[in-house]
């Protein structure tokens, strides 16, 4: 209790403790710690990502999980993304505070779980879990920017945030592959533990206390719906081409059922008062047009994301610790990217030809990424990557600012975090769907690359041998490259050669795949690129954006027909009401 009592002693002279207020904004001393607080959740929360995926071909070694591994990845945001919006209604009514405390519990219990998994199916039920927690640490931070600076100030402290990620992206690999090299895969999740923890403190004296009188009902029934709905669509993206066909009886009623759900799920969220997701925010043009480009942008470069560690791991035979040095250059790239074009939205107030120049550039590089093959050189691979990290560096704050500044401040909240469940939704559809390709381009090119003598001796080895042979983790884990040494030695002088000869094939098969992802994901990064054209310009706000009407804040918001005035949902709800559509007094 003295401890207790001296800690809130400090924090109360430092301001970071005061009577409850009516609204989230954060004003005074208290600025400061919050942005720390801020920054301190956005480096490990994005940590997290990087190390997990710099650690994932050690893990799938260790779990024999190749078939399932974009589920590792697919579970944890597929819950994080169902709970974004949920957070993002919450804290606009009762505060921001409470609900990171929440989210940063939830981590902390995932992380330690993920990090005592023993069959990769824990893994993925632990990282389920832990994306419930994250869903708090994608929308709180961005909205509590949003609590501190205006949306003409906002530009620049976005770029900072987007360096923060790139920061700890960077790393990330590297300290994600030194650790599974050093301790192994399981202290990569221990290490969100302190920082985590360091987190929930810093929230715990720097947000404020929030006082209201209204009560929120939570929309359970459509965020059960929700649910419903993506997971067969998810696992009918995971199965098809793999364990059924694509016309099969199983995958053709996966999909008819998730259409349905989600059909459902849109029509009941346009006739409730608190919505998950409200329809009404996609009258707003410019939320539209963000939503979109920030769904493709997502879909697009993701493969570059989860991928590129295993090319580097798996094509040009580098260990974890050193694939995760080759990722620095791209995440460099970013943060420049990030900080320029965050200053130049600050100064120049403008952000749509921002936005086309940098999807253009992350186009370019997606496209430079397709041309990668198993003798392609390192140097070749960081270009092309740094390529891709300015075009998104530039892109990324863009989006954030132009959608807050098209609405009210008593909406931040919901606004940032639908947004964010939209550009979420990227990710959790392309998973699944980019590891199945992969697995196929894998399994059906690599026989055709080995040569007669080799298939001749893998077709007179063992099962065991055979199941060995035909395991892409061969090409990533140690244990297994000794094992495959061990088998061709059996072969006599000629075994070595077989062996070389093998691991080529591999490799090349391997890289036709990754390829292949890059190949999908220029289609969707052309998509953003398209899209831009369709997101309008408006005058970025100052201090007005905190006390403006939500009159004078639609005035200037572009409905899907074009610029003019538009009612923006009542102060209560983005539910089904009626509202009219003013045209002047």
């Known amino acids: 209790m003295p401890l207790r009592s001296t ?18 904004r954060i004003t005074g001393p208290r600025r400061v710690f919050a942005l720390a607080v801020i920054l301190v959740t956005m480096f490990f929360s994005s940590l997290d990502q990087t190390v997990v995926a710099t650690a994932m071909p050690s893990i799938i070694t260790d779990l024999h999980g190749f ?15 169902v709970t974004v919006p949920i957070y993002g209604k919450l804290s606009d009514v009762y505060g921001r505070k409470p609900f990171y405390l929440l989210g940063l519990g939830l981590f902390i219990v995932g992380s330690a779980v993920s990090g005592q998994a023993h069959s990769i199916y824990t893994l993925i039920a632990a990282r389920a879990f832990q994306g419930l927690g994250a869903g708090a640490m994608m ?21 900072i945030m987007a360096a923060t990620f790139g920061l700890s992206s960077i790393i990330g690999p590297t300290l994600g592959g030194w650790i599974t090299d050093a301790w192994g895969w399981r202290w990569v999740f221990y290490i969100n533990l302190p920082f985590a923890a360091a987190a929930l403190v810093g929230a715990l004296f720097a947000l404020p206390n929030v006082r209201t009188n209204r009560r929120v009902r939570v929309d359970w029934t459509g965020s059960a719906l929700l649910v419903v709905g993506l997971v067969p669509l998810l696992l009918g993206f995971t199965w098809a081409g793999d364990r059924y066909a694509w016309d099969s009886a199983v995958i053709l009623g996966l999909f008819a059922f998730a259409v349905v759900v989600l059909a459902v799920f849109f029509w009941h969220e346009g006739r409730v008062e608190e919505p998950v997701i409200s329809p ?67 100064r120049t107030g403008r952000y749509k030809l921002q936005a086309i120049f940098g999807t253009a550039m992350a186009m370019f590089g997606v496209y430079l990424m397709t041309k990668l093959g198993v003798d392609s050189t390192k140097a070749v691979v960081i270009r092309n990557m740094a390529v ?22 008593r909406l931040l909240g919901v606004v940032n975090s639908s947004q964010q469940f939209v550009n979420s939704l990227g990710g959790v559809i392309v998973s699944p769907i980019l590891g199945t390709v992969l697995k196929n381009t894998f399994t059906e090119q690599l026989p055709r690359l080995m040569p007669a003598q080799l298939l001749a001796a893998i077709s007179s080895a063992g099962a065991a041998g055979r199941q060995l042979l035909a395991d892409p983790q061969a090409l990533v884990g140690t244990g297994s490259l000794q094992a495959l040494q061990r088998l061709f030695a059996a072969y006599g002088p000629a075994g070595q050669m077989l062996y070389g000869e093998f691991v080529r094939a591999v490799r090349t098969a391997l890289a036709a795949g990754i390829t292949k992802l890059f190949d999908i994901g220029l289609i969707f990064a052309a998509g953003a690129f398209l899209g831009t054209f369709f997101l309008k310009q408006i005058t970025l706000k100052q201090d007005e954006f905190y006390t403006e009407t939500d009159s004078a804040a639609s005035a200037e918001a572009p409905t899907a027909a074009g610029p003019g005035p538009e009612t923006v949902p009542a102060a209560s709800t983005l539910g089904p009401e009626t509202t009219s559509t003013s045209r002047g007094s």
């Open 7 to 24: 800690l809130r002693a400090v924090a109360a002279r430092l301001g970071l403790l005061g009577d409850r207020q009516e609204t989230n």
């Open 67 to 81: 078939s399932v591994y974009a589920w590792v990845f697919t579970a944890y945001m597929m819950a994080s993304a």
């Open 139 to 159: 929308s709180m931070p961005r909205a509590t920017v949003g609590d501190i600076f205006n949306p003409r100030q906002r530009g620049r402290w976005m770029g």
């Open 280 to 346: 009404r925010l996609f009258r707003n043009q410019i939320f539209t047009s963000a939503a979109a480009v920030g769904l493709l942008v997502s879909m697009g470069l993701f493969g570059a994301l989860m991928f590129v560690p295993l090319f580097f791991q798996g094509v040009l035979g580098l260990t974890a610790r050193n694939s995760g040095q080759f990722m620095t250059p791209m995440m460099l790239s970013f943060i420049v990217g990030s900080l320029i074009g965050g200053l130049l939205i600050t």
């Open 388 to 409: 891709v990290g300015v075009g998104m560096g530039l892109a990324m704050p863009v989006l954030n600012v132009a959608v807050q500044n098209a609405f009210p401040y």
